[in-house]
């Protein structure tokens, strides 16, 4: 438990807070902690509306982030179901010398479709749960992002037209 905090101390506390110092200097300054300083200093002395502006700034950037990352994926996801129907080259290493052989083939076998899809899937997955997190905030932001990522997808596979 903490020793009881002297009249003078209060004193001084609330004295630096009417001059503008900082919680954090006059916590510094006198050796108390910083909810010390917030108990005793009167309430309106440290101005955290700066604080709240930069704050909901930041949260801003990493909602346009999580967006940016959320239409990143849903390309990649487009990207890899592509590739199930595209030429592939097959590979393996074999024989007591390990010899790499690689053939040619008119598309993926159904082991790497399967690992194909499941790529896809996995990217699909990840970008809804991006916009989940941030559709709690507003049903009208997650609609409007929905149809952006809607109509990027249409775009990264070619029919360009949105549905």
Do not use: C
Request: proline share 4%.
């Amino acid at each position: 438990m903490n020793p009881p905090i002297s009249d003078d101390v209060v004193a001084q506390i609330r004295a630096l807070a009417a001059r503008g110092v900082s919680r954090d200097e006059i916590a510094r300054r006198l050796k108390v902690g910083r909810g010390t300083v917030s108990k005793y200093a009167p309430a309106e002395s440290f101005d955290r509306s700066s604080t709240a502006a930069a704050t909901e700034a930041r949260l801003a950037d990493l909602r346009e982030a999580r967006q940016r990352l959320a239409l990143a994926l849903l390309q990649d996801a487009a990207k890899l179901r592509e590739q199930m129907w595209q030429p592939h080259t097959a590979f393996a290493f074999g024989g007591k010398d390990n010899v790499y052989n690689e053939h040619e083939i008119s598309e993926p076998t159904a082991g790497d479709k399967r690992n194909l899809m499941q790529a896809s899937a996995t990217a699909i997955d990840r970008s809804l749960r991006l916009l989940e997190y941030d559709s709690s905030e507003s049903p009208d932001v997650a609609r409007s992002m929905l149809a952006k990522l809607a109509d990027a997808l249409h775009q990264a596979v070619g029919d360009g037209e949105p549905q």
